[in-house]
């Protein structure tokens, strides 16, 4: 289904297969919510060793494809990946302190990425629009203190960077 993406994506495409020595194939969902979020995309390693990038949520595809190839395009261009070793003992709290540094990571990545895609054209308005009606739409309000502060406290911190 490339025909429909943005001159900018398929650039970033073929640059992502040529650099990573493999075929990707970009799958579309049928789901559109009219905001973005960066979990409606995912890489999958087939067996063949090939990808497919899986968009859940069609609501801007330029946008949510060039997130997910800009991440891979980082590793292809060697940007320093997360490898850690970590553990507390606690299976429970190794896990949230994985999420959390990984949700760090992306944070920091994210600022390359967005610089990209703004060089690429593929921010405007609109998508400055979605990806804040995204944030209110799955970034519960804070009433009172509980234990999502520090999933909006890490989304926040990506919506700003």
Do not use: C
């Amino acid at each position: 289904m490339t025909e429909k993406f943005a001159p900018a994506v398929m650039n970033l495409l073929d640059e992502a297969q040529q650099l990573s020595g493999r075929k990707i194939q970009v799958e579309l969902g049928t789901k559109q919510v009219g905001y973005i979020r960066h979990g409606q995309s995912r890489q999958i390693d087939n067996d063949d060793g090939s990808l497919t990038i899986a968009v859940t949520d069609t609501t801007n595809v330029d946008y949510t494809v060039s997130h997910e190839l800009l991440h891979l395009l980082l590793m292809q261009r060697g940007y320093p990946q997360i490898r850690f070793n970590l553990t507390t003992g606690e299976e429970m709290l190794d896990r949230q302190l994985w999420a959390t540094a990984i949700e760090l990571y992306n944070v920091v990545s994210h600022v390359v990425i967005g610089a990209e895609q703004q060089q690429l054209g593929l921010v405007d308005a609109q998508v400055q629009e979605q990806y804040l009606a995204g944030i209110l739409a799955e970034v519960p309000a804070e009433e009172k203190a509980d234990r999502l502060v520090v999933f909006r406290t890490l989304a926040l911190l990506d919506t700003l960077a």
